[in-house]
């Protein structure tokens, strides 16, 4: 039974860069196949960071050297990918250069780490966000208020506080993201003038316009 149609399939191998358009794609507890393998990591706070907080991340963009349909894609298992920097220069992530050229990037420093095992929960821990990081990461004047957090349960809530991402996996909070075009037709009826590219919301998933 046929109950819909999918405009675009995105897996990013790098959290919080660019990724790339696939025709087709498995789908698992963790979302799409080989999706967010690696992310970058704050090297003074030591803990996985994103372009919340270093928006210029999104300003590059990965690719996996091999097809991953046929690895495991679990935790653990390092798929090499080349990161593409805004100046046209690509690196391996098995190249040891590939630390200093981010940190370069970012101005601060900072790793590109594959998406650690399970066993290793201390990789994934974040020191506690307060209001004043929150109001930074999502550019909240002072006197504005904060996000309202409420629709997730308290348990998602506790295991992020503590936990950069869910351990095992290096999304933000669930595997899927979904987006519909009659969504990016709406934000630009309420902005106009403003381009709203499909790539800066980096979803899983673009479903296309009712017919």
């Known amino acids: 039974m046929i109950v819909g149609s999918v405009a675009e399939i995105w897996r990013y191998p790098v959290k919080s860069m660019g990724g790339e358009r696939v ?3 498995a789908i698992t507890t963790r979302g799409v196949h080989a ?14 960071t994103t372009a919340r907080r270093w928006p210029v991340l999104l300003q590059c963009s990965a690719r996996f050297v091999e ?19 805004p100046d046209g220069d ?7 250069a590939i630390h200093n050229r981010l940190s370069e990037q970012i101005g601060k420093p900072a790793r590109l780490e594959s998406l650690p095992a399970l066993s290793e929960k201390r990789r994934y821990r974040t020191p506690q966000a307060n209001k004043a990081d929150i109001r930074r990461q999502f550019a909240i004047p002072d006197g504005d208020p ?8 308290v348990r998602k809530l506790a295991e992020l506080a503590r936990y950069a ?10 595997p899927i993201l979904l987006i519909t075009r009659a969504s990016l037709r709406a934000l630009a ?17 673009l479903l296309p316009r009712r017919r």
């Open 23 to 25: 025709a087709r794609s």
């Open 165 to 174: 991402t869910p351990v095992g996996a290096l999304y933000d909070a669930y």
């Open 90 to 96: 690509e690196v391996s992530s098995s190249d040891p």
């Open 146 to 153: 904060l996000p309202d957090f409420s629709m997730f349960p």
């Open 189 to 205: 009826e309420r902005s106009p003038g403003s381009q709203f590219d499909v790539r800066r919301f980096r979803p899983n998933v």
């Open 35 to 48: 999706d967010r393998m690696w992310a970058v990591r704050d090297v003074e706070l030591d803990t996985f």
């Open 67 to 85: 097809d991953p349909a046929g690895r495991s894609a679990e935790p653990g298992d390092v798929l090499e990918v080349i990161v593409t920097f």
